[in-house]
């Protein structure tokens, strides 16, 4: 009886899991980005102190691609890289005008689209 209370429990989560995933790769689509290049801008605005280790960590996303996702930035005009005199292995990230505004339009309309999904999840999982 527990197992089976558990695992509807999952299903409901992995249902809103699967619909956000969907709604933040189409969203992010419309911005010219990909959903962990999303990530990732947001991530460094919202940090007062970013390296690439600090991203990777935070959002659980391997080095390798947030270093991918962070040269096409640079190249891009996005992000300022500049090396940690603590550490010269490692370099401080920062958003250049271009990410902050970048960033700033991504989120703008992100809270409604994000409360609309729960509203559509909310409706779905109500019905069973």
Do not use: P
Not at 36 to 50: D, G, H, M, P, Y
Not at 70 to 76: H, I, M, V, Y
Not at 103 to 117: F, G
Request: proline fraction near 0%; hydrophobic fraction near 35%.
């Amino acid at each position: 009886m527990e197992h089976e209370m558990y695992t509807g429990e999952l299903d409901r989560y992995f249902t809103l899991w699967r619909l956000c995933k969907a709604m933040y790769e189409n969203w992010s689509k419309t911005y010219g980005f990909s959903c962990n290049e999303t990530l990732v801008i947001n991530f460094i605005a919202k940090s007062s102190f970013c390296t690439q280790k600090h991203i990777s960590d935070g959002l659980q996303i391997s080095k390798q691609t947030v270093n991918m996702i962070l040269k096409r930035f640079e190249k891009e005009g996005y992000v300022e890289l500049s090396v940690n005199d603590m550490d010269k292995r490692s370099k401080f990230i920062k958003l250049t005008d271009k990410g902050s505004k970048a960033s700033a339009e991504l989120i703008a309309d992100l809270l409604s689209i994000e409360i609309d999904t729960v509203r559509k999840w909310v409706s779905t999982s109500s019905d069973r």
